[in-house]
């Protein structure tokens, strides 16, 4: 059984580098077929979907965020990490990553808060 987790910091100050890392279990990142997905919720707004790293390495990004978002991948840890850069408080969240297969996503990581403030 495939399980998400996400990983890294909480508050996170303005004009700063946002990380977040998320680490699967039970299955392997270069699955073929498979996309590893960055998904986020601002407070009382939907969900946006920010970019995605396929099993062969290409990245994906939400053009609205692109010039911000960064995606990789350490294979041999199993993980895939979110950048994203000169965060302002709007960039306040909760944040998952998830598997997406023909745009089905699941399963999700349980997701992790960030606040962007001073």
């Known amino acids: 059984q495939v399980q998400l987790q996400e990983s890294g910091p909480g508050l996170v100050k303005p004009s700063q580098t946002l990380s977040l890392t998320c680490t699967v279990s039970g299955g392997s990142i270069t699955t073929d077929s498979y996309y590893w997905t960055w998904i986020r919720q601002p407070p009382g707004k939907g969900l946006e979907w920010m970019g995605a790293i396929a099993y062969s390495g290409n990245t994906y990004y939400n053009p609205s965020l692109k010039s911000r978002t960064s995606i990789s991948r350490d294979t041999s840890k199993n993980q895939f990490t979110l950048q994203l850069s000169s965060v302002t408080p709007e960039d306040t969240a909760v944040y998952y990553c998830?598997?997406?297969?023909?745009?089905?996503?699941?399963?999700w990581g349980q997701g992790t808060q960030v606040t962007v403030s001073s």
């Open positions: 998830a598997r997406n297969v023909s745009w089905i996503f699941g399963p």
